[in-house]
């Protein structure tokens, strides 16, 4: 199976925040957060892959600053580390203050997700090409995180 960089699979989704989105201080749920991180790091992953995913697992997510209504949100993802079946995605949220101008980061996760067959089976994926000092580094720490996960099971 040949490789895919990891520049083949990134994306980013952008969201203007409105009233639906929001609590009644006017910030945006952490639900509405999550579930659009978990969107980016699906369409990421699903890119690697080439086939449908399923997410398995997501790393604790820290909320740092509010997204506030009429906020321009930003949430961008790229794949990892590979490993068989199993691909993560590193996922960063950043909101827009389009009238001042500010961008603050809002929060960061890593999401885990498996490739399935077309009988819903976990399948092999394409290895990641890591192509600079930093993909190198984050997959390098994937393996860690990897490894962490898998003694928690225990």
């Given at each position: 199976m040949?490789?895919?960089r990891v520049?083949?699979?990134?994306?980013?989704?952008?969201?203007?925040?409105?009233v639906i989105d929001a609590n009644i201080l006017g910030n945006v749920h952490g639900g509405?957060?999550?579930k659009l991180s978990?969107?980016?790091?699906?369409?990421?992953?699903?890119r690697h892959a080439c086939r449908p995913v399923v997410t398995v697992t997501v790393d604790s997510m820290t909320f740092h600053s509010?997204?506030?209504i009429g906020d321009l949100l930003q949430v961008s993802a790229a794949v990892t580390w590979v490993g068989r079946t199993s691909i993560e995605t590193r996922v960063v949220v950043t909101?827009?203050?389009?009238?001042?101008?500010?961008?603050?980061?809002?929060?960061?996760?890593?999401f885990v997700y498996?490739?399935?067959?077309?009988?819903?089976?976990?399948?092999p994926v394409p290895p990641l090409i890591c192509e600079t000092e930093q993909e190198k580094q984050r997959f390098k720490e994937g393996e860690v995180r990897r490894a962490r996960r898998l003694s928690e099971k225990l």
């Open positions: 040949e490789g895919k520049d083949e699979s990134k994306i980013t989704l952008t969201q203007i925040m409105n509405i957060l999550m978990d969107e980016a790091g699906g369409i990421a992953a699903a509010p997204v506030n909101a827009e203050d389009v009238l001042k101008g500010e961008v603050c980061h809002t929060n960061s996760a890593y498996v490739a399935l067959d077309e009988k819903g089976r976990p399948t």
